[in-house]
């Protein structure tokens, strides 16, 4: 079976920075496209940022030019560096993976979330 394990959430003062990672184990055959979502209390899920297997990145607007994401295909695992964070930025946010694993089958993974919480 595949996990995704989450960490680095917590409560941060606007301005200031956090580091999600989010690790990937279990029977892995090859990880492609990887991401982060977040959910705001009301609101739909949304695209945060993706990465593909060769490094190309993508960004919801909202976030560009402060978040930073990145993976180390050795570790099976990506990170989401986040600078400048306003209080809107406030949500629980999901890792996601796209994984070939065993049987020969390629399937979307979440992560468990992580709570950011930014003061004001």
């Known amino acids: 079976q595949v996990q995704l394990v989450e960490s680095g959430g917590g409560l941060v003062q606007a301005g200031g920075s956090l580091r999600l990672s989010c690790a990937a184990s279990g029977v892995i055959l090859k990880i492609n496209d990887m991401g982060w979502y977040r959910q705001a209390p009301g609101k739909q899920r949304e695209l945060v940022a993706s990465?593909?297997?060769?490094?190309?990145?993508n960004y919801a607007d909202s976030v560009k030019d402060r978040f930073t994401i990145s993976r180390d295909n050795a570790k099976n695992t990506v990170y989401l560096q986040m600078n400048s964070l306003k209080p809107e930025d406030t949500a629980v946010y999901y890792c996601?993976?796209?994984?070939?694993?065993?049987?020969?089958?390629?399937?979307?993974?979440w992560g468990q979330g992580t709570q950011v919480t930014v003061s004001s």
């Open positions: 990465i593909t297997s060769d490094g190309t990145t």
């Open positions: 996601n993976a796209r994984i070939l694993s065993l049987p020969l089958r390629t399937s979307d993974y």
